[in-house]
């Protein structure tokens, strides 16, 4: 089982700042890996695909990079709204999802 | 437009079973994967399995592989999720979600196992 390690766990940040959380998988995933936001009470959210595709209607301020076993999202000027857990999550054959990192505005 | 609704909460016994299901409405239903996350209070989200109904073979997570069944209905448009052997620890919120772009969840299923 492919094993996704993020980073850091909990990142605490002010409004029109630049997040960038990391993911580690434990083999190669090439660009099989997904970005998602988890808000209490809220299903999760797809926000990145493919590693580098937004998902539909995710604004632009969140992008995701890497390949193979290192990826980031990043979240450019930051706003209230952003705080919630984001999970990265591989999609080879069995998905997988990382332990989170919860990001704090 | 795409609906997914989940069925309602259930509370069960250790030992026995439980299944949940996850209907959809206002689009394809057999083209698409619907994969089962859950969330344990306090815990991370967990990939349990997934199927494309049109396939008909359900994909398992190892951890779950032994316990779950997951299987379509085309006639209704539900996939379901059945696990048995359930255990305190299965208590948690479980979510079906249409993998498309854009994609398309449920509004969860709250499953409490307590004696």
């Known amino acids: 089982e492919i094993v996704l390690t993020q980073s850091p766990a909990t990142l605490s940040l002010s409004p029109g700042e630049r997040a960038t959380l990391s993911c580690r998988a434990s083999?190669?995933?090439?660009?099989?890996l997904a970005w998602y936001q988890h808000k209490p009470g809220q299903a999760p959210r797809l926000l990145v695909y493919d590693a580098t595709y937004r998902a539909s209607g995710i604004p632009a301020r969140f992008s995701g990079s890497g390949s193979g076993t290192d990826f980031n999202l990043t979240i450019s000027s930051l706003e209230p709204d952003d705080s919630a857990i984001y999970y990265c999550?591989?999609?080879?054959?069995?998905?997988?999802f990382g332990q989170g990192t919860k990001l704090e505005i | 437009q795409v609906q997914v609704v989940q069925s309602g909460a259930e509370a069960k016994r250790p030992g026995s079973s439980v299944k949940v299901s996850c209907k959809t409405s206002g689009g394809s239903f057999t083209n698409f994967a619907v994969s089962w996350v859950r969330q344990a209070p306090g815990q991370g989200l967990e990939w349990m399995g997934d199927i494309v109904p049109i396939v008909g073979s359900p994909n398992y997570g190892q951890k779950f592989r032994d316990r779950i069944t997951i299987t379509a209905d085309e006639s209704t448009s539900t996939v379901y999720l059945e696990m048995r052997t359930l255990r305190s620890e299965d208590t948690a919120m479980y979510y079906c979600?249409?993998?498309?772009?854009?994609?398309?969840w449920g509004q969860g299923t709250q499953v409490t196992v307590s004696s």
């Open positions: 979600a249409r993998i498309s772009s854009p994609e398309f």
């Open positions: 999550q591989q999609r080879t054959i069995w998905w997988t």
């Open positions: 083999q190669s995933v090439s660009l099989y």
